[in-house]
């Protein structure tokens, strides 16, 4: 069995070192959500809602809200300074009371006690007095982080802790609404109720009680093995290196396709001006340079 915790119980002068066992366990069956598109379980993530990203646990911190969007910050040092405070303390029965006086109302969680190494002795002589004495212990112990009321008592020759509630955790019952006041009840309703109270009257045996919720959906869920209506979860698509190159490459062609008429159009610009320029250095030569003609010389005849 599990060990849970790790500790000493005192009562007077006498230590008796311990370890915690979970008495219980849930057996409430688990049903997975699954997506009804492709049968995948559904992934529950952290996310801000402000900046609408995930957020890690790295990057979580914890605060108490003392109003509505007003926190103050708990660092884990200081938490964890508290607890160790309250750890390093032995768990002192601090009083013994009957049992008869807890109503049952205040129990929460049931644990297991075992000696430590070295404890048996005191271990036994913590139950036999208990036993004779037809008491339980009252003491004070931190589970999980949380400092609990607890009460010590025998149950089949095994020490057991029953954490209980504080007051001020169990809601007062007068804030429970629609409670009737008392009313006349005649005689002979009432005489029926017990009669049949009598007859329904048994020692209890917890062995008879069933969850038959618990039962019939593992029934139900077997006969759907055995007949093969499963489904598998579909694995995650992941991108291989050859689907990145493709998706690199085709990147690449589209930025190129798109690039291309652009340059060339970039290239027609820079020799229009050349070419306008060339066309006005020629009209400007014809105009500014006309052709010169050279007059002929006047042949004079020969006297014969």
């Not at 007003?70 to 390093?88: A, G, P, R, S, Y």
């Not at 690199?248 to 652009?262: F, N, R, V, W, Y």
């Amino acid at each position: 069995m599990h060990t849970m915790w790790k500790g000493t119980i005192s009562f007077g002068l006498v230590n008796i070192p311990v370890k915690l066992h979970a008495a219980t366990e849930n057996k409430d069956v688990k049903l997975r959500q699954l997506h009804k598109k492709c049968q995948s379980p559904i992934k529950y993530e952290k996310v801000c809602p402000i900046c609408e990203e995930e957020v890690g646990n790295d990057d979580l911190v914890k605060a108490y809200e003392y109003a509505k969007n007003k926190f103050v910050m708990l660092t884990e040092d200081e938490l964890k300074e508290l607890q160790e405070e309250q750890t390093d303390k032995a768990v002192e029965i601090v009083d013994f009371v009957e049992l008869q006086e807890i109503d049952p109302i205040y129990f929460e969680k049931s644990y297991y006690l075992s000696p430590n190494e070295g404890g048996a002795k005191a271990y036994s002589l913590l139950r036999k007095a208990l036993q004779e004495t037809g008491r339980i212990g009252i003491a004070k112990m931190i589970i999980r982080s949380k400092e609990q009321l607890a009460c010590i008592r025998v149950y089949e020759n095994t020490l057991v802790v029953e954490t209980i509630h504080y007051p001020d955790e169990v809601r007062n019952v007068k804030d429970v609404p629609n409670v009737p006041e008392e009313a006349e009840t005649p005689a002979k309703e009432l005489d029926t109720a017990k009669m049949l109270i009598d007859q329904l009257t048994a020692s209890f045996d917890p062995e008879k009680y069933q969850d038959a919720y618990r039962t019939s959906l593992l029934e139900l869920i077997e006969n759907k093995k055995n007949q093969d209506e499963t489904t598998t979860a579909k694995d995650k698509p992941t991108a291989t290196n050859v689907t990145n190159l493709m998706e690199a490459l085709e990147a690449s062609l589209d930025q190129a396709k798109g690039t291309k008429p652009a340059a060339k159009e970039k290239a027609v610009k820079k020799d229009e001006p050349k070419t306008e320029e060339k066309a006005k250095q020629k009209v400007e030569k014809k105009v500014t340079k006309p052709k010169t003609v050279t007059p002929k010389k006047k042949q004079t005849k020969k006297k014969a």
